[in-house]
């Protein structure tokens, strides 16, 4: 049984899961925890692969679309701002950027579509510590491997600043929040819970250094691969250059000097 988890998305389910879908039960069944999160051996936020059971269908209509989506539960432990703020936020964003409607919202609890594939993160080499060890990764690696994530980070970046275009930040843009489907071929921003908008009393100079946190880690990453590449051209290329003092401290001149040696003939 194919089941949609997104607008884009689709997946073949395992009869014992196809059946839940056919006679739902009273309660979600979780399929899988993709996250937990603790304190003192307490559970701050979980999140899970969940089939809707009767209640979370009557309750939010777009579940009966998408049955089989991702919910994320705060406890009372983690005292946490009404998860129906967050779903205020990401169901404007979705309006703006190429992100799935949110299902819906209680208090204490957020579903959105699950998108399948893994975090851009996960498809970086780069990102270790000391800052160093990242030119030593891109002196080494393939060039096509490094074309296919600068495409990526370009794709990021041009979200993101659509985003600010509305005058809305991310607030917690890191690559693990930016998810890479195989089929079709694309990203997904995901994660909206700290976005925060320009009109909430920003003055000019907060609102530049939002939106320079919001792609600082893009930013980075396209350093790193320039370094391996050569300078490239584009808003991404050359802002990243311009700042790569601040985004990596005394490494920055060293990366700009490999990425000038690489642009050279």
């Given at each position: 049984?194919?089941?949609?988890?997104?607008?884009?998305?689709?997946?073949?389910?395992?009869?014992?899961?196809?059946?839940?879908?056919?006679?739902?039960?009273?309660?979600?069944?979780?399929?899988?925890?993709?996250?937990?999160?603790?304190?003192?051996?307490?559970?701050?936020?979980?999140?899970?692969?969940?089939?809707?059971?009767?209640?979370?269908?009557?309750?939010?209509?777009?579940?009966?679309?998408?049955?089989?989506?991702?919910?994320?539960?705060?406890?009372?432990?983690?005292?946490?701002?009404?998860?129906?703020?967050?779903?205020?936020?990401?169901?404007?964003?979705?309006?703006?950027?190429?992100?799935?409607?949110?299902?819906?919202?209680?208090?204490?609890?957020?579903?959105?579509?699950?998108?399948?594939?893994?975090?851009?993160?996960?498809?970086?080499?780069?990102?270790?510590?000391?800052?160093?060890?990242?030119?030593?990764?891109?002196?080494?690696?393939?060039?096509?491997?490094?074309?296919?994530?600068?495409?990526?980070?370009?794709?990021?970046?041009?979200?993101?600043?659509?985003?600010?275009?509305?005058?809305?930040?991310?607030?917690?843009?890191f690559l693990h929040n930016v998810i890479v489907s195989?089929?079709?071929?694309s990203i997904c921003l995901i994660d909206f819970e700290?976005?925060?908008?320009?009109?909430?009393?920003?003055?000019?100079?907060?609102?530049?250094?939002?939106?320079?946190?919001?792609?600082?880690?893009?930013?980075?990453?396209?350093?790193?691969?320039?370094?391996?590449?050569?300078?490239?051209?584009?808003?991404?290329?050359?802002?990243?250059?311009?700042?790569?003092?601040?985004?990596?401290?005394?490494?920055?001149?060293?990366?700009?000097?490999?990425?000038?040696?690489?642009?050279?003939?």
């Amino acid at each position: 049984m194919a089941v949609a988890l997104s607008p884009h998305h689709r997946a073949q389910l395992i009869p014992e899961f196809a059946y839940l879908i056919q006679s739902p039960p009273d309660h979600d069944v979780i399929i899988r925890t993709l996250s937990r999160k603790l304190s003192n051996e307490l559970p701050l936020i979980q999140g899970d692969l969940v089939v809707a059971g009767k209640d979370t269908l009557t309750a939010f209509p777009a579940a009966q679309m998408y049955p089989v989506h991702f919910r994320k539960t705060y406890y009372p432990t983690a005292f946490h701002p009404p998860a129906t703020l967050e779903f205020a936020k990401h169901e404007k964003i979705a309006g703006l950027i190429d992100v799935p409607p949110p299902i819906g919202a209680t208090r204490n609890s957020f579903r959105s579509c699950f998108i399948p594939g893994v975090p851009l993160s996960r498809l970086s080499p780069f990102g270790l510590e000391p800052l160093e060890q990242n030119l030593a990764i891109a002196a080494k690696a393939e060039p096509g491997a490094m074309i296919g994530l600068w495409h990526l980070l370009e794709q990021v970046a041009a979200q993101v600043r659509t985003l600010h275009h509305h005058g809305i930040a991310h607030g917690d843009l890191f690559l693990h929040n930016v998810i890479v489907s195989r089929s079709p071929i694309s990203i997904c921003l995901i994660d909206f819970e700290q976005a925060i908008e320009r009109e909430t009393a920003l003055s000019d100079e907060d609102w530049a250094e939002r939106e320079v946190l919001d792609l600082e880690e893009v930013f980075r990453h396209a350093l790193w691969v320039q370094a391996s590449l050569g300078a490239q051209p584009g808003s991404l290329g050359e802002r990243s250059r311009e700042i790569a003092d601040r985004l990596l401290g005394a490494v920055g001149a060293r990366c700009l000097q490999v990425i000038e040696d690489h642009s050279t003939l």
